[in-house]
Every structure is written in C-alpha cells, then in structure tokens.
C-alpha cells in the first residue's frame, strides 16, 4: 500500500516537507477554494500537482470531488451539476489524477458530538454519544417529529439530560456537529455563518420526501452519467460509507452494510465504480464485521482509510487506536496487502489530539503528532505484514 496523508492546500500549517520527513509518498487533497458545483480547471489541478510534486511527493487522491447537495436530492439543476462534475473528472485525467474519493451523504457528513474527548494518558479524540446527538435533534433543532427517532429509554435520557445542560454545553454541540466537523469538509455551513441551526434546517428541508430508494436512484443516476468519463480517462470513483453508518435526522443514508454496498457495486457494475474503504466509519456500527468486508470487497476498493473505533451498545463510539479497537488493523492490512489487484494508497485518519497538536488550531481529527503517531503504527503493521509474505 502507498503512504498517503490528507492534506489541506498551500495553506495547511503541515509543510509537504514535513510530510516527506515522516515517510508520506503521497497526498491525498483537493482544490478547496473552488466552490461545489463548479468546474476544476486544467491549470489549477496543475498548478497544485506541480507543487506537490516539487516537494518530492505525488498527488495520489482526490479528497473529495464534492457531490452538490442538489444531484443528490434530485432537483432540475442535477444535470446541469453533473455536466460541471464530468468536465473536472476529465481535466483530473487529463493532468493524470486517477483516484477520486467522494461521498453521497445528504447535508451532513461525518459527525461527533464532542471534539476532544480525553483519554487517561491526556491525548483526546473524536466521540459520539447518541445520547448528545439525540438532544441536538429534538431540543436544539427541533426536528419534526425528531422524537421517532429515539427509543423511550434514549428520549428519557434526554429529558434527564435537559434539567442540567448549560448554555455553553448546546453552543458546543451545535459547534461540534454542524460547523466546526462541516466547514472544512463540504462548504455547507462554515465558521462565522450567522445562526447555523436555521441554515441547517434550510439544508434539511431540501430532503423533504427523499427516500431510501429516491436516494439509491439519484446515486446510480449520477454514477451512470458519469462513467463513460472514468472510462475514457481510467479513473477510480471511491464512494466513503456513511459516518456513523445509521440513519439520522431523518435523512436516508445508504453506504452503511455489506448490503449497500453490495447494492451500489452491482446496481453500476462498472470496475472504475469502487469503494474507499474506510474502516474507522464502517467498525462503528456493531452490525458490520469490518474484516469480512474487506475480504469480500477487497477487489472494488480503490482507497483504503486505516482507522478504529470503539463502538458500545446504545450507539455511542469513540476513535481508538490504530492498534485496538473494531477496525482490526493488522488483518485489514494482511487482506489490503496480499489479496488487492493493485497498490492501493491508504491514509490514516482521525488521529489523537496529543502533545502541543491542541495549540496547533488543525481540523478536528486531522492533527499532526496524532497521525504521525499512527502513521508509525500502521507502517509497523506493514512490516510485519510483509515479512510474513517472506517467511
């Protein structure tokens, strides 16, 4: 597997140097200053690609192409969307970027309740507590018919958790859920966006009526328009499954389980229609076992995200580490290494907040001692692995 690190443009505070001194062969990034819907254009791919180049290092991955929340809802401008979205593919080809991640969640993408959950040894990471989220819906938003959503025993919880919340705590979690994690991931809502809770529920809105199935077919309709460019140019489509891998707020999401997955390779039965693999999102769902996955989707996995968690009954999970947890690290690496038609480039991800990396103002999971930390890890697990290979 190659080396890859996510990497956020000229203006992340991580040098490429520094990047190149801790082993990473390639970067994983995106033209973060072109609004989504519109087209990439030959000279900025360029531009970025000679750049990183120039540091010694490759782009490896597209992270992400963004999918317009209109093309995933449907609405009469999808076609116009999907267009701008067929010419950026053919100029990423053109200037010999061949790896796309992207993902189909509807207005929200990954999602935490708590940014910095401290661990005993005084390193923090990503947490979600259903519980939390539960009293976001239904006490902050004010979802319609939110309450549906919960068991008794969760909404109870909630009402318990009512009588003592403070201000600053719901400020937090409005924070955490849908601007601090969305900002630099989509461009739905960003920092200093006044009255974030209503532009969601405009975001929500949208989805009215959209279905399980509505979304299944929009995802296949995008996918059929836009092969015949994968195709011409051999590039890699990587959809990311669904973070957490349940439903929420009402919305559908449908990279969850072997099932939709299984779904979505078949529905488009095309090589270059592939999966990113990431285990982080996948082991925290008790439902999926994160190594039979690998096993029987190794072949359709374009991009590997090497992470863990730990996911408990009623919900909740945490980011563990690289060593521990649901994702079972060493056996992915065994399948990705030996069994994978192809090099595939694989990053870690979600690594802990530890040493100064909290007085570094990076994004939430994206620290530079973290993953670095967990860089050496899984570069550990890869020797072993091939030594096995040897033996």
């Given amino acids: 597997m190659e080396r890859t690190w996510r990497w956020f443009g000229k203006k992340d505070s991580i040098t490429l140097d520094m990047l190149r001194q801790i ?11 072109v609004p989504n819907g519109e087209v990439w254009t030959v000279e900025a791919i360029n531009d970025l690609k000679r750049y990183i180049e120039q540091a010694g290092l490759r782009w490896s991955v597209v992270e992400s192409l963004p999918v317009s929340e209109a093309i995933k809802y449907g609405s009469p401008e999808r076609d116009r969307l999907i267009e ?4 950026s593919l053919a100029n990423l080809g053109k200037c010999g970027v061949k790896t796309v ?9 990954w999602i935490r309740t708590d940014l910095s959950y401290r661990w005993p040894d005084g390193t923090s990471s990503l947490y979600f507590s259903k519980v939390r989220f539960a009293y976001f819906d239904c006490c902050i938003l004010k979802r319609d018919n939110a309450e549906k959503s919960y068991t008794d025993e969760e909404m109870q919880q909630v009402r318990q958790l009512d009588k003592t919340i403070t201000q600053e705590e719901k400020d937090e979690l409005v924070y955490s859920i849908i601007v601090k994690t969305q900002g630099f991931v989509n461009g739905n809502i960003r920092e200093g966006d006044s009255n974030p809770v209503e532009l969601f529920k405009a975001l929500l809105a949208l989805y009215s009526g959209v279905d399980r199935n509505t979304l299944r ?23 990311h499954p669904d973070d957490p891998p349940f439903q929420v707020l009402g919305l559908p999401r449908i990279v969850t389980c072997e099932e939709d997955v299984e779904w979505l390779l078949t529905a488009v039965d095309n090589p270059h229609n592939g999966l990113a693999f990431c285990a982080g999102s996948l082991s925290a769902g008790l439902h999926n076992d994160v190594v039979a996955l690998a096993r029987k989707f190794v072949g359709r996995s374009h991009f590997v995200h090497l992470r863990s968690t730990k996911a408990m009954p009623g919900g909740d999970f945490v980011e563990a580490s690289h060593l521990e947890g649901r994702g079972n690290l060493v056996e992915l690496v065994r399948i990705f290494e030996r069994q994978a038609p192809a090099s595939l480039p694989m990053r870690v991800d979600h690594g802990r907040t530890m040493l100064d990396d909290a007085q570094k103002n990076y994004n939430p999971g994206y620290s530079f001692l973290g993953r670095m930390y967990a860089l050496a890890q899984v570069m550990g697990i890869v020797a072993a692995v091939r030594s096995e290979k040897l033996k």
């Fill in 101 to 109: 991640c992207y993902n189909f969640m509807p207005v929200i993408d």
């Fill in 23 to 33: 082993g990473v062969e390639g970067i994983v990034t995106a033209l973060h200053d």
């Fill in 217 to 239: 077919e929009n995802l296949k309709y995008f996918l059929e328009q836009i092969m015949p460019v994968c195709d011409e140019y051999n590039i890699n489509m990587t959809i």
């Fill in 84 to 87: 701008s979205y067929k010419t």
